[in-house]
């Protein structure tokens, strides 16, 4: 039964999955495991080789491949996890039919299903952990030391994927030390977990043939060490929620219903005399909260998800426990099956809505139209972004893609490292005038982001136009309103501002003013626009209210006021807690 759970579970995701990678990092990792190349540090060489067979698939574009490699992945986590609820349950009737509320409750779990559908590392991250968990709790039952010795093997392997992340699952196995055995099997055992760290030499051995994609160049020790450690994000911070904050957040996404069943299914482990489980459980929720506070996170990043997703399914793993434990209320067996049956349903329905609008905002679409854009713009140009989050999908479209240009596309934020300045200069040297871009900082041949959405007009009204999904994350909100925020700041710079008033008016939904109004030739305040740069943001990536500040701001410095009808669909206060009703026209 949980088998077949799992495969209806995988066919009803794979509806979600899109022909060309979203945002964030997906492109950049999608033509790393296509070309075998070496990703962004620290280069997950297990991610790459455990991916690439999944390229060979005939079905689709090369990223919806490498995005089933993660669905299957995830589905693999949910059948461990269910197994590992029916080993816990050894004792009770129905166990099966538990773990297959287990596989429902995370397949609707709008936090774990962010992770399924797009070519990210996160999926795998919760198979090996659900792996080295299930053969945990079964060497904890069989002391049988093989099955400790594959999980020390799996867990080196996740050390190489996300170190970060499999450091509570380092932690956790000193839970169930029982006596000098168990003693003698984990010192083994950390020889497999360190057998597992010779993949890294894939690195600098596939550094050694120029793959397309070769991030740091880890061909000699230096360099190595440097990309295996991400000394290049040493300098790169950001800040986090607090853990009030996180907590909330939290209770709010999973509800109270929820989390009052994880307790219960605590206080089974504890009955049950499965204290090392429950001690195995609290460590590896606790501290995966904790890591992920420490490395950074915020509600608009799907990464800041992937970090807490291993404690999430722990977390659904304890309140599908917490379900058995009504069988211990002192009331008839109809009752009991009654409440039983109305817990899960509390638990699983208020999910669904959420759950498919997250399948919705992958970005496949919005970046697939973003990366068209240099297609009609003269052979052997240089696009300067500001960030390497905006020329991953220009790299993938150009290494992948039928429609492969001669551009180069420079990331400003990777300027600063010697082995992009190399890469970057090679390919320069081809160009007649490309040693300009260093030298002359407003070099026309080096077009920014707006530039470049402003050749082409069509496909920027289109791809504006695909971003409103809605989701609770606000996701897609944050990169379109930062696409956004890109846009208008073109305009404010090459001083057309009612053009971009415009702009902001049509993708905000907003009365049509300005077009009754005289151009807008100089603001009365200059420093009006862009209070996102001198103002600390409580979010990962502005949102549409940021928008409505910058268009209100600006419109002031323009007209001197604001209509009443703009007034009624905004909120009494903006980001700098600005009245407005004192600047009505």
Request: net charge positive; charged share 15%; glycine share 4%.
């Amino acid at each position: 039964m949980i088998l077949w759970s799992c495969i209806l579970a995988f066919i009803f995701l794979s509806t979600s999955i899109f022909y060309f990678p979203g945002w964030f990092d997906s492109p950049e990792l999608v033509l790393a495991i296509e070309t075998l190349g070496v990703s962004h540090p620290p280069g997950q060489p297990i991610y790459l080789l455990l991916a690439k067979p999944f390229t060979y698939l005939p079905l689709g574009t090369v990223a919806y491949r490498t995005s089933l490699f993660s669905l299957t992945c995830f589905i693999v986590a949910n059948f461990f996890f269910a197994k590992t609820i029916v080993r816990l349950l050894d004792s009770y009737s129905n166990k099966t039919l538990y773990g297959c509320v287990f596989i429902a409750l995370a397949v609707f779990s709008p936090e774990l299903v962010l992770q399924s559908n797009r070519t990210e590392l996160y999926a795998l991250c919760m198979c090996l952990s659900s792996i080295i968990i299930y053969l945990v709790i079964s060497y904890e039952q069989s002391a049988d030391a093989r099955l400790l010795l594959i999980a020390a093997f799996v867990l080196g392997c996740f050390m190489l994927v996300h170190p970060v992340l499999a450091l509570p699952h380092l932690i956790a196995p000193v839970a169930i030390i029982r006596s000098k055995k168990n003693l003698k099997h984990f010192i083994v055992a950390s020889l497999f977990l360190m057998t597992a760290s010779l993949i890294l030499l894939y690195m600098p051995l596939r550094a050694t043939t120029n793959p397309s994609l070769n991030w740091g160049d880890p061909k000699t020790l230096r360099a190595f060490l440097h990309g295996v450690f991400a000394l290049d994000y040493s300098s790169f911070h950001v800040p986090s929620l607090k853990i009030k904050t996180l907590l909330s957040l939290l209770t709010h996404h999973l509800g109270i219903t929820q989390l009052s069943l994880t307790f219960l299914g605590l206080i089974l482990l504890f009955k049950n005399q499965k204290k090392r489980v429950f001690t195995l459980f609290l460590i590896v929720i606790a501290t995966s909260f904790i890591f992920s506070l420490r490395v950074g996170f915020y509600s608009q990043n799907p990464d800041s998800y992937g970090y807490i997703a291993n404690a999430i399914l722990l977390i659904h793993l304890l309140a599908v426990l917490g379900v058995i434990q009504i069988k211990t209320l002192p009331t008839s067996s109809k009752i009991k099956a009654c409440l039983i049956g109305v817990s899960i349903l509390v638990l699983i329905m208020p999910k669904l809505k959420p759950a498919r609008a997250v399948t919705q905002i992958s970005g496949g679409q919005e970046v697939a139209l973003l990366s068209q854009a240099p297609l009609s713009v003269r052979a052997s140009s240089i696009f300067v972004l500001s960030s390497d989050h905006w020329i991953f999908p220009m790299w993938y479209r150009n290494h992948l893609s039928l429609q492969a240009s001669s551009h180069l596309f420079a990331a400003e934020g990777l300027m600063n490292t010697k082995w992009y300045q190399k890469k970057t200069k090679n390919r320069f040297d081809q160009l007649k005038w490309a040693k300009q871009l260093f030298s002359e900082q407003n070099n026309p041949k080096a077009l920014a982001l707006y530039q470049l959405l402003q050749h082409r007009p069509i496909l920027t009204n289109e791809l504006f136009s695909k971003c409103h999904a809605q989701d609770i994350f606000k996701i897609e909100e944050g990169m379109c309103a930062q696409l956004a925020l890109f846009y208008f700041k073109g305009t404010i710079l090459e001083k057309h501002y009612s053009k971009g008033l415009l702009f902001l008016e049509s993708y905000l939904n907003f009365p049509k003013l300005v077009s009754r109004k005289p151009d807008c030739k100089k603001p009365k305040n200059v420093n009006l626009p862009f209070q996102l740069e001198s103002h600390k943001m409580a979010s990962f990536l502005p949102t549409l209210s940021h928008l409505r500040n910058e268009y209100l701001l600006l419109y002031l410095g323009c007209y001197g006021g604001v209509e009443k009808s703009l007034l009624q669909i905004l909120p009494n206060e903006t980001l700098d807690d600005r009245n407005w009703k004192k600047w009505l026209l």
